[in-house]
């Protein structure tokens, strides 16, 4: 045995054994952190099936607009239309305009739970979004309040039945996922790529009672703790985290619950440009400065060690092609073992949230999702710390 480590070289042996403790750490965050919504959702189904919906709670769904005019008169009455005995619905539009009121003013006269008001345009100095929310919330009427955006699509009318159903006795918050709809072209797969590991991630981190962000497009919490915590207060300065930052600061691993079955979904609207999604990835680069708790570093270290396993692996197959053969074989077969691996959880997870799966585009979203963030961090960089978020 120890004559056949001496054909080895002393560089070898120590590059085989970083890409082999480094494939070791990325093969356990897929399969204890990325997988855990997988597990969890079997038990679900188990519980679900035995249960109905609770639809004792009464709920406010806040909708922000934007002036969207297509997406109002498409989604609107997906929210509206809803299966469930006691709710309202109120549209706050972020600014005024006219076609945006005639058709509000139309819908309500047929729909009596529909509400709706405005962010005046004239407002300065604030953000439009965390203004137009809290307006919605101080409109709801009921203390269970569901938000969303109107270029959202629920899957189905048991949505609120769905979400809030996920309420327990010291519930306060409910996380929804958001699933990113399937395009051909390649842009739009990496972002759903991104979308599906971010979802991940979020959802993982709430089953593991560490809950650290939620998406305002697919979220619920008490009006009591809103208010209980000052609104948006504590984050005045910045024109988002209505949604993550709002989260990570009020979330606790007792008041905090996690929904993602298929009824509880909602769908996004699709990104329209490359500027656009560059400035949502820097908004929320933005508010992840100010988290609290080490949820977010442990997501670091993850991708920090996929940077470091791609550079030694790439290090130990050039290295053994030069040299012993034998370490280049490993290298590769930990490459392909850690990519099948990934492959199938978000293949399956994929599934479960309602995304069309990208198996075999993973190695290259990947990698392409490791440069646009690079790119990202470089022209924020230059740009100084300007808040990329008066679009969101």
């Known amino acids: ?106 819908v309500s006269i047929e729909n009596h739970h529909l509400y709706y008001t405005f962010v005046p345009n004239n407002t300065q100095y604030l953000s439009h979004k965390k203004l137009a929310l809290t307006m919605g919330i101080k409109a709801a009427k009921y203390d269970t309040i569901l938000f969303t955006e109107i270029t959202c699509q629920p899957l189905c009318n048991h949505w609120i039945s769905s979400m809030v159903s996920a309420y327990k ?36 981190s709430a089953l593991a009672h560490s809950p650290y962000m939620g998406n305002g497009k697919n979220l619920s919490y008490n009006k009591a703790i809103f208010f209980a915590h000052k609104g948006y207060s504590h984050s005045l300065n910045l024109h988002v985290g209505s949604d993550d930052l709002f989260i990570n600061q009020v979330a606790t691993k007792n008041n905090t619950e996690v929904q993602y079955n298929s009824e509880s979904i909602i769908y996004l609207n699709k990104i329209g440009s490359w500027n656009e999604w560059r400035d949502f990835k820097m908004s929320r680069a933005t508010t992840q400065h100010y988290y609290k708790g080490g949820r977010l570093s442990f997501y670091r270290i993850e991708y920090l060690s996929y940077i470091l396993f791609l550079c030694s692996s790439c290090a130990t197959l050039f290295v053994g092609i030069t040299g012993n053969w034998l370490i280049s074989l490993l290298a590769g077969l930990l490459i392909l073992v850690r990519y099948v691996t990934k492959g199938i959880i978000f293949h399956k997870s994929a599934l479960l949230l309602q995304q069309k799966p990208s198996i075999f585009w993973f190695p ?9 963030k690079g790119h990202i961090w470089i022209y924020r960089l230059f740009k100084g710390k300007k808040d990329f978020t008066s679009k969101i």
């Open 364 to 372: 290259i979203l990947e990698i392409c999702l490791f440069l646009c």
């Open 169 to 204: 006795d010291n519930t306060e918050i409910v996380l929804g996922f958001s699933s990113y709809p399937y395009d051909c072209s390649f842009f739009h797969k990496l972002i759903a790529y991104d979308n599906l590991n971010t979802g991940l991630q979020m959802i993982a």
């Open 1 to 106: 045995m120890n004559e056949y480590l001496t054909s080895f070289s002393s560089i070898e042996i120590i590059l085989s054994g970083i890409t082999g403790g480094l494939f070791l750490i990325q093969t356990l965050y897929y399969l204890l952190v990325y997988a855990r919504p997988l597990k969890e959702s079997s038990k679900r189904e188990e519980n679900q099936s035995k249960s109905i919906y609770n639809k004792d709670k009464s709920v406010s769904i806040v909708v922000y607009a934007n002036g969207d005019i297509e997406s109002l008169q498409k989604n609107l009455p997906l929210f509206l239309n809803q299966d469930y005995p006691q709710f309202e619905v109120i549209v706050v539009n972020d600014g005024f305009d006219d076609e945006s009121e005639n058709i509000l003013k139309r």
